[in-house]
Nanobody, 120 residues
Framework: QVQLVESGGGLVQPGGSLRLSCAAS????????MAWGRQAPGKERELVATITSGGTITYVDSVKGRFTISRDNAKNTVYLQMNSLNPEDTAVYYC??????????????WGQGTQVIVSS
């Protein structure tokens, strides 16, 4: 089994910053892409940033220039540095990982989520 555990959420004022972390553990052979998604109240979950094992990065337009995704492959950990936060960024943030369990099998896992609230 594989577990993803996020940390780093909280309450921040508009214009502030937060750094989220997500560590994967368990029966991991390797990890391909890792990502961060978010779900605001009443809205569908959306992926906001993705990073492949080779370091290719994509962002949703609404966070470009403000959020930075990175990963530490040795620690099976992905990070999301969030700057210039605004109230529209308020959501539960989830990490996501495409995990290879063996050379022939893989699965996608989600963490339990961490709440981010941007408010004055």
């Amino acid at each position: 089994q594989v577990q993803l555990v996020e940390s780093g959420g909280g309450l921040v004022q508009p214009g502030g910053s937060l750094r989220l972390s997500c560590a994967a553990s368990g029966s991991i052979f390797s990890i391909d892409a890792m990502a961060w998604g978010r779900q605001a109240p009443g809205k569908e979950r959306e992926l906001v940033a993705t990073i492949t094992s080779g370091g290719t990065i994509t962002y949703v337009d609404s966070v470009k220039g403000r959020f930075t995704i990175s990963r530490d492959n040795a620690k099976n950990t992905v990070y999301l540095q969030m700057n210039s936060l605004n109230p529209e960024d308020t959501a539960v943030y989830y990490c996501n990982a495409h995990v290879r369990l063996t050379t022939r099998s893989s699965s996608i896992y989600w963490g339990q989520g961490t709440q981010v609230i941007v408010s004055s």
